[in-house]
Each structure stands twice: as structure tokens, then as C-alpha cells.
């Protein structure tokens, strides 16, 4: 099976064009305001604008009012969802719109009881728990605390590079793995090589 890669954080036409080249499967828009890679609609809808066919445009939200949701949903076609706050099922589903649900992994956690309570989602993203920060930490947590089948497609986040992706891959067997800061020059800046790099390694750990 092929890992899919998504590009979180993108902030920059030229940033868009890199992944796109580099061969991501989608590309991640913060619309939370207290994040370094916050972006407001009328750049994000700019940016998704010339995305190519199987290229998905994410929307990534923390407690976000239901009508800034829709907002998005109305500017940026196609786009899929993505809940990184505390968000229950009951609101992730009343978008009517395919959905992915952060979960923050720290010990203690019940992933397996978390994952069921979004079991109408097309997948859940593991990653780190750093308290007061939903998410873009580059922090990894311990992978060993995923068991081994969930009820909803695995993205793996937190901390992942170049240096770890194809460990993680190897190890996780994830549907698909999410990159922010770990192909960034500086907060919400990407570097075309480290992104080319991490695709790289992705690759070699589906061989």
C-alpha cells in the first residue's frame, strides 16, 4: 500500500507549487488564529485555487464557530475537513462534508475508545500532546502506544522528517502521514528540498 502524504501549514503560492511537484496527496490551510501558519480565507481560497486533479485541499480548525466552517466550505471546493480542538462527533458530522479528527496522544490515552467516538470519519490524525498547543508542536510521541488496528483510517503526525517518516512508516503502517514544521525553513515557510526529501523517504519505506 502507498502512504499518502499530507503538507500542513502552507502559507505561500511557491510553497503549494513544491508540494504539488514533490507528488503530495493534499495540502493543509490553518484557519486558527493563534497558529504561526494562520492563513485568512481569501489567501487560502487563492492558494487552492490552482491545485491540480487528486491534489486535496485541507481546512484545519480548533473550536471553530460553525458558520466560519462554512465559510471555507463555500470558498474552497472540494475542501476536506479537519478538527484539531475538541470538537465532538456530532459537530464534525453536521458539515455533512468528509472529515478527519485530531486526537492529541499522550499515556493514559484510549485511542481505540477515542477513534469510535469519530467513527464516521474517513480518518483520525495521532499527535503529540503538548499542553495549551492543538497542534504543530513538531513533537513526536511514542508510537509504540498506537495499537495495531483502529476502527478509521491512521494518519500519523507529530514530529515527523525526513530523518523519522520511513520509521514511522515502517513501524505504524499509517494510511497516510501529515508534515508541518518538519519541512520548514521557519514557521509557516517551507523548504522546497526538505519537502522533496521527505517524499523521498516515504517512497523508500513503501518499497
Same mark, same amino acid.
Given at each position: 500500500m502507498r502512504t499518502r502524504v499530507k503538507i500542513c501549514?502552507?502559507?505561500r503560492q511557491h510553497d503549494v507549487a513544491a508540494a504539488v511537484h514533490a507528488g503530495a496527496d493534499a495540502? =493543509?490551510?490553518v484557519f486558527y488564529e493563534k497558529s504561526p501558519r494562520h492563513v485568512v480565507l481569501e489567501d487560502a481560497a487563492l492558494l487552492a485555487? =490552482? !491545485?491540480p486533479a487528486f491534489v486535496t485541499p485541507v481546512a484545519l480548525?480548533?473550536?471553530a464557530a460553525a458558520a466560519e466552517v462554512r465559510q471555507v466550505i463555500e470558498a474552497i471546493p472540494g475542501v476536506l475537513l479537519q478538527f484539531h480542538g475538541d470538537e465532538d462527533a456530532a459537530y464534525c458530522e453536521s458539515f455533512r462534508r468528509p472529515y478527519?479528527?485530531?486526537l492529541r496522544i499522550r499515556a493514559g490515552v484510549d485511542i481505540v475508545t477515542e477513534a469510535t467516538r469519530y467513527a464516521s470519519a474517513c480518518g483520525v490524525l !495521532?499527535? $503529540?500532546y503538548v499542553e495549551g498547543i492543538? =497542534? =504543530?508542536t513538531g513533537e513526536r510521541f511514542d508510537w509504540s502506544l498506537i495499537p495495531p488496528q483502529l476502527p478509521v483510517p491512521l494518519i500519523l503526525s507529530g514530529g515527523l522528517n525526513a530523518g523519522n517518516v520511513a520509521d514511522g512508516i515502517r513501524s505504524v503502517k499509517p494510511w497516510a502521514v501529515d508534515v508541518s514544521s518538519g519541512v520548514e525553513a521557519a514557521k509557516g515557510i517551507k523548504d522546497a528540498d526538505k519537502? $522533496?526529501?521527505f517524499m523521498q523517504e516515504v517512497k523508500h519505506a513503501n518499497v
Open positions: 501549514g502552507l502559507t495540502v =493543509g490551510f485555487q =490552482g !491545485l480548525f480548533v473550536n478527519m479528527k485530531a !495521532l499527535d $503529540a492543538p =497542534g =504543530g519537502i $522533496a526529501a
